[in-house]
């Protein structure tokens, strides 16, 4: 298929597919030999050109399969010249629609730059929202259905295709090497932030639409794509089989949302992998960042050092000068302990000859740092009772405050939010946290989700309101509005209202 593009005359032959290409955008699909010479010039071959070599590409190009000749029975001709030189056709065959699409999607692709884009996210969890409001109201159009699942997908798409160019030029910058640092750590600090910010509000993003995806898969992922397919308006050529292939296709990607955003099994959703290959990135380059920092305020590096003594031990000329160098460098034959004392020095006569006298002590801060040891008075030790009282009375007020909203929260049965009316800012706090958990848990077979705080001290069980109303419950900073739904949650394990222990 791709033959075309090597060769002394590939040039020619990818102007050649290239003017046909711009013909099939203006509707034209057959050209003559004088319209396909007007073309070239319109994409930019201007080379000479004479007829008999523009006839052997054509026919070249028609040999591989991209082009096809026909006759144009519908011209009038006047001269038999004319006839020869109009009569013949050329048009694209679906194999050279296909070569020229790939050549395009080839240079487009070297020429763009993947971008994690959270817009594209957002994208997203409206579409399927959308979808779900559609297939809700069943006097909604097909074709709207149709057209957004189409803009789904494309989502999706550019999902996958952004991430992948954006990994593979991560890995790229992360192994550049001998560029200019002043460049090199503008660029790495820029990514940096550029990976913080996408990362920020990933997860909730992703947990949006894994909650779309299962709000359409309740409704019927295959009443989806019946209506989707009938929104399409397949020409009337189209068999069953082509139907079902359609079918097909859009079954395979919405297996491809789900990988990405919520998956069957119990796998981490591609999502997750790509916030993790983004975190890792961020402290690579940061430890990059920190170690040019380092080489800019040193001269050299401790081991470049190393190779130049290195070298300079090779060249001394005996072993006397190898002894000197060692102890100049590393500074182990100096005499900083020849001026201390034996801790009695009237015990030892001053005839006694050094080989027998007993030795001094040389402490480790004399061998490291060039310092005697030096002794002070002990510090006092402080009176930790009132800190530790402090903590105590600490400990208790806030075990009295969790109790006390624990015990505010509780429902003894199901009712629903609506009844909480007014709440403390504290007992709010708490009520969100079994809320968002209760949230993020999955549905069990009656259709309620539970959860508990870590420590098992509270446990919630959430349905989803029947009317599907809101309500609004005030705090002391504000209002906050929501579903109105059925809570269920009991306080259970040990009382809380025992004295705190000593905190130490």
């Known amino acids: 298929m791709f033959r075309f593009t090597t060769g002394d005359r590939s040039e020619l032959y990818s102007a050649i597919l290239h003017a046909f290409g711009e013909a099939n955008e203006r509707l034209e699909t057959a050209l003559g030999i004088d319209e396909v010479r007007d073309r070239l010039r319109s994409v930019g071959w201007f080379d000479a050109l004479s007829d008999e070599d523009l006839h052997a590409a054509l026919k070249q190009l028609g040999d591989w399969g991209l082009l096809d000749n026909v006759q144009n029975h519908a011209e009038n001709y006047r001269t038999a010249a004319e006839y020869e030189r109009r009569n013949l056709q050329y048009s694209l065959t679906k194999l050279g629609e296909a070569a020229f699409a790939g050549v395009q999607h080839a240079m487009t692709t070297l020429a763009s730059s993947g971008a994690l884009q959270t817009a594209v996210l957002d994208a997203i969890a409206d579409r399927l929202g959308e979808l779900n409001e559609l297939l809700r109201d069943t006097a909604a159009a097909d074709r709207r259905i149709f057209s957004s699942l189409q803009e789904l997908e494309g989502h999706l798409e550019a999902l996958r295709n952004n991430t992948k160019q954006f990994n593979g030029e991560l890995q790229r910058l992360l192994r550049a090497e001998g560029v200019d640092l002043t460049t090199f750590?503008?660029?790495?600090?820029?990514?940096?932030?550029?990976?913080?910010?996408?990362?920020?509000?990933?997860?909730?993003?992703?947990h949006a639409i894994a909650s779309g995806i299962t709000e359409v898969e309740e409704q019927g992922v295959a009443e989806l794509h019946r209506r989707a397919l009938r929104g399409a308006e397949l020409p009337p050529g189209a068999g069953d089989e082509r139907r079902t292939e359609w079918l097909g296709h859009r079954a395979t990607r919405w297996q491809?949302?789900?990988?990405?955003?919520?998956?069957?099994?119990?796998?981490?959703?591609?999502?997750?992998?790509?916030?993790?290959?983004a975190r890792q990135a961020i402290v690579t380059l940061l430890q990059v960042l920190e170690r040019i920092d380092d080489s800019r305020k040193r001269s050299s590096s401790v081991a470049s050092d190393f190779r130049e003594l290195a070298r300079w031990f090779t060249r001394a000329p005996d072993e006397a000068d190898l002894h000197r160098m060692f102890a100049a460098?590393?500074?182990?034959?100096?005499?900083?302990?020849?001026?201390?004392?034996?801790?009695?020095?009237?015990?030892?006569?001053?005839?006694?000859?050094?080989?027998?006298?007993?030795?001094?002590?040389?402490?480790?801060?004399?061998?490291?740092?060039?310092?005697?040891e030096s002794f002070a008075r002990t510090g006092r030790v402080r009176d930790v009772a009132e800190l530790k009282r402090q903590r105590a009375e600490r400990a208790r007020a806030e075990r009295a405050q969790l109790e006390a909203a624990w015990q505010r929260l509780a429902t003894d049965g199901r009712a629903r939010l609506s009844d909480f009316a007014e709440l403390d800012h504290t007992v709010f706090q708490r009520l969100l946290e079994?809320?968002?958990?209760?949230?993020?848990?999955?549905?069990?077979?009656?259709?309620?989700?539970?959860?508990?705080?870590?420590d098992g001290r509270a446990e919630i069980e959430l349905r989803d309101p029947d009317n599907r109303g809101e309500t609004t419950l005030r705090t002391p900073h504000g209002m906050f509005t929501g579903p109105d739904f059925a809570v269920d949650i009991r306080i259970v394990g040990r009382d809380l209202e025992e004295p705190a222990r000593e905190a130490s």
């Not at 955003?261 to 591609?270: G, K, L, N, T």
């Not at 079994?434 to 705080?453: C, F, K, N, V, Y």
Request: proline residues 6%; charged residues 25%; glycine residues 8%.
């Open 185 to 206: 750590h503008e660029v790495k600090s820029a990514t940096v932030a550029y990976l913080q910010e996408f990362c920020d509000q990933l997860e909730q993003r992703c």
């Open 256 to 277: 491809g949302l789900r990988i990405w955003f919520h998956p069957e099994d119990d796998s981490a959703p591609r999502a997750e992998q790509l916030l993790s290959v």
């Open 329 to 372: 460098a590393f500074g182990l034959g100096s005499a900083r302990h020849a001026q201390l004392i034996h801790e009695d020095p009237e015990v030892i006569a001053p005839s006694t000859p050094w080989a027998e006298a007993p030795a001094v002590g040389v402490s480790a801060t004399l061998r490291t740092g060039g310092r005697k």
């Open 434 to 454: 079994l809320l968002g958990r209760a949230l993020a848990a999955g549905r069990d077979e009656s259709g309620a989700r539970r959860a508990s705080t870590p």
